[in-house]
């Protein structure tokens, strides 16, 4: 990043750092020595996102972590602090609430519906297991554990370790990430966004949702809690209420799951209670809710455990817990919450309608349906495979609940729907690249005629175009999704049998199709947990796949945690602060001016660190972005934040912006500012390749860049060295400053870029006169 293989660490640890060649670590003491070139800097934060091999394992947390865009997806309103924008909130909250339940219900369903119950229950199954030998009483006649209660109380275990393994890693993630301090705002007494930027990044307590996060954490440690009590002790409370049973015994099950009851509506209050407080960093942290919450609902698992291995000798398990029932519940409230989630969405839009917001403001919606598919698809898998591997040669045990096999069996139907998508787009991207073919020979009027050439231009053009049309394809995929989980669930409960019995009777078709979508949805359904494990595994071991993956947290993790607590940590409530700090600090101490310049994701985090700038410092910066998705991903998937409002207000705030993109580039596009914005922002497309053919500054094919390398174009130098030329001079005093600096953020990296201001009096006379140095990428 700064061309020089001798680089000293100014400021951070190994996580996150800024470094400057060897040889400009003294700039500020010497400014006599850099007069005529920049000094470059860099801000180093790749581990963030893809540092060491755990990363890997948060492949596991992705439904919650899409649940958690989903709340930032918000339409804009001119009303920030509404009871519809808060009713969205609390919606998307509950969406991930859902999730915790969903996933422990799954290691309850594994550990005790399917082990402990069903295998450790029948003679034959547990025989193919020796680890379940002293549970069952075919088995082990006289046994301790082979009373049913028992065997449930031991596998609770199982998801109660997987439960503290999640607040574990939000815990330490949060002592990470949430609690870095941001830099010390004026109090802001008002509920609106700054009355310029127009967004709530610019807020002091944006980037430290401490307090919000660690309130999750504990309501969502404490309905996981609450969720595997429930699956261990209302089997052995229903046992108890039957006609003859044990008097004792029924009245403590019924004081114990109206406690659960109790519990439960708890952690409803805490979730619903309070969400981000963004006005100021709230260093408050409800010390005594966040400890004593999951404890109750331990102690509280504790007693129900107790209460179940209390000596039953004539209970027997048969059939199935009660899956159907608990996953029923969880996929109708999901239904719910994402139908009213969208009617709130809806009504927030056509208040304030935003051009290009995608899909009229139902693109949060849509990623909150596609997270409670992911999670879904997890939790159908895992018991499917875990269930054909206890099963063995077949037959020995019933398997998981009705509603798993019916949700995975319209997963073939959907895949259909997929695969009708991909083909519409391969034939509209080939009509639209025959069109493009006349516009890439009049970009290139001087080159001879290479079809092949022309072609492949084209051909790059149009599917960098793919992601402007990709919000239509996760509509209507989520859209499919709703109506046929809805099946699913209709058909689970109005048949109580799996898809293939259902229909027999039927038409042969509707036969074969239903035997058809159980067998292929059975096996698709654990293809995708076994792959996403493997990626997960080959991650954990391989840094290159490891930085691929980080490529999907570089937009996933950017966002703070205001929905789930347990989706992987964002690396910006780290990155931004440690940008903010640095220039605040450097332009105080020095009286120097910045260009802050990021690439990809790197603008996003340019644009945010801009943001909580006070005024007086961000109208010492000028912005370069180039490849940047502020306007083509963010502006439309995040309009609240990244709006044309919000975006305009920088523009205004900043000293100048000037933003590079191209038409190849699939990922970077134009900000699209109104056209009485000046000066203007795009400068573009660029052209790319740079030759057509060979020429004489490029005898051998030039390559076709995409989304990279454009400081390898000339106007990256040009745009760079106008915006150096433009800063104001600086303040009366300021002879020998300290170097005006360039920050530039690079997929992943940044680097930041420092040039001295000449003498005070050419620097007043002709500014234009400090030559640019560019920074090698």
């Known amino acids: 990043m700064l061309g020089d293989p001798r680089t000293v660490r100014i400021t951070g640890d190994e996580t996150a750092a800024v470094y400057r060649r060897a040889d400009d670590v003294d700039a500020e003491r010497h400014p006599e020595e850099h007069r005529e070139e920049p000094v470059p800097e860099a801000y180093v934060w790749s581990n963030l996102t893809s540092g060491n091999g755990s990363r890997a394992l948060w492949l596991l947390l992705l439904p919650f972590m899409v649940v958690n865009l989903a709340h930032w997806m918000r339409p804009t309103t001119h009303h920030p ?3 519809t924008v808060r009713a969205y909130g609390l919606l998307v909250r509950l969406c991930g609430l859902t999730l915790t339940v969903l996933l422990t219900a799954a290691a309850c369903e594994v550990a005790l519906g399917l082990a402990a119950w069903q295998c450790a229950g029948t003679r034959a199954c547990a025989a193919d297991h020796s680890w379940l030998h002293f549970m069952s009483p075919g088995l082990t006649p006289h046994g301790w554990w082979t009373q049913p209660g028992r065997r449930l109380a031991l596998a609770a275990t199982v998801p109660t370790a997987l439960t503290a393994l999640l607040w574990y890693l939000s815990h330490r993630t949060w002592s990470a990430y949430e609690s870095q301090q941001p830099l010390p705002h004026r109090p802001d007494t008002s509920d609106t966004p700054d009355p310029v930027t127009h967004t709530a990044l610019s807020r002091p307590g944006f980037w430290y949702g401490r307090r919000l996060v660690a309130r999750l954490r504990a309501a969502h440690t404490a309905a996981g809690l609450l969720t595997v009590a429930a699956s261990v002790g209302t089997s052995a409370a229903r046992h108890d209420r039957a006609p003859g049973g044990p008097p004792l015994l029924d009245a403590t099950g019924r004081v114990l ?4 009851v109790v519990g439960a509506l708890v952690v409803l209050w805490v979730v619903c209670r309070r969400g981000r407080s963004e006005r100021r960093a ?6 005594a809710l966040v400890r004593a919450l999951p404890l109750a609902a331990l102690a509280l698992l504790t007693a129900t455990a107790g209460y179940a291995a209390w000596s039953r000798p004539e209970w027997h398990s048969a059939d199935r817990l009660a899956g159907d029932t608990t996953f029923g519940l969880i996929a109708l409230v999901q239904g719910v919450l994402v139908v009213a989630l969208a009617v709130t969405a809806r009504l927030l839009h056509r208040a304030n309608p935003v051009p290009r917001t995608v899909l009229r403001g139902l693109g949060g ?10 999670g879904g698809v997890m939790t159908g898998g895992v018991a499917q495979r875990v269930a054909d591997w206890l099963d063995g040669s077949g037959g020995s045990i019933i398997g998981p609940p009705t509603l798993l096999t019916w949700q995975a069996s319209v997963i073939p139907p959907l895949l259909l729907v997929v695969i009708a998508l991909v083909v519409w787009n391969a034939v509209r991207t080939a009509a639209r690249t025959r069109r493009a073919l006349p516009a890439v020979r009049r970009d290139y009027p001087d080159e001879p005629e290479d079809a092949a050439r022309t072609r492949r231009i084209a051909a790059t053009r149009v599917r960098a175009s793919l992601t402007d ?3 239509l394809a996760v509509g209507l995929i989520s859209g499919i999704t709703l109506v ?21 009777g039927s038409w042969r078709v509707i036969e074969g199709v239903a035997g058809t979508s159980q067998i292929l949805g059975s096996w698709l359904i654990g293809l995708g947990f076994v792959l996403l494990v493997a990626s997960g595994r080959r991650a954990y071991r391989d840094a290159s796949t490891r930085r691929t993956i980080g490529i999907l947290w570089d937009v996933g993790t950017f966002w703070p945690r205001a929905a789930h607590p347990f989706a992987p940590p964002c690396y910006a409530e780290r990155a931004v602060p440690d940008l903010t700090w640095r220039m605040a600090t450097w332009t105080r101490i020095t009286c120097g001016r910045l260009v802050l310049s990021g690439h990809s994701q790197g603008s996003v985090l340019a644009a945010a660190a801009a943001w909580q700038l006070g005024p007086a410092t961000r109208r010492r910066v000028a912005l370069l972005t180039y490849g940047s998705p502020l306007e083509r991903l963010y502006g439309r998937w995040f309009p609240a934040h990244f709006g044309p409002e919000a975006l305009q207000g920088l523009h205004d705030e900043v000293d100048c912006w000037r933003n590079l993109y191209r038409e190849t580039d699939p990922i970077g596009g134009p900000v699209r500012l109104p056209d009485d914005a000046a000066p203007d922002v795009d400068r573009g497309p660029l052209t790319d390749p740079l030759a057509y053919g060979r020429t004489d500054l490029h005898p051998l094919p030039a390559p076709i860049l995409g989304h990279s390398e454009y400081q390898a174009d000339p106007v990256f130098a040009a745009e760079r060295a106008r915006l150096l030329a433009r800063l104001k001079p600086g303040a009366e005093g300021e002879a020998g400053a300290a170097p005006l600096e360039h920050a530039e953020a690079v997929d992943g990296q940044a680097v930041a870029t420092a040039a001295p201001p000449a003498p005070r009096e050419a620097e007043t006379a002709a500014p234009e006169s400090v030559p640019p140095q560019p920074s090698k990428g």
Not at 257 to 260: D, G, I, K, V
């Open 365 to 374: 919606p849509a990623v909150a349906m596609l997270a409670c598919a992911l």
């Open 282 to 287: 709230d260093t408050s942290l409800d010390a």
């Open 469 to 471: 049309r990709a919000p």
């Open 81 to 83: 602090g509404s009871r």
């Open 257 to 260: 799951e109206a406690l659960m």
């Open 484 to 504: 046929l989980g809805a099946g699913a669930l209709a058909g689970a409960w109005l048949t109580g049998e799996v898809p293939a019995e259902a229909a027999k």
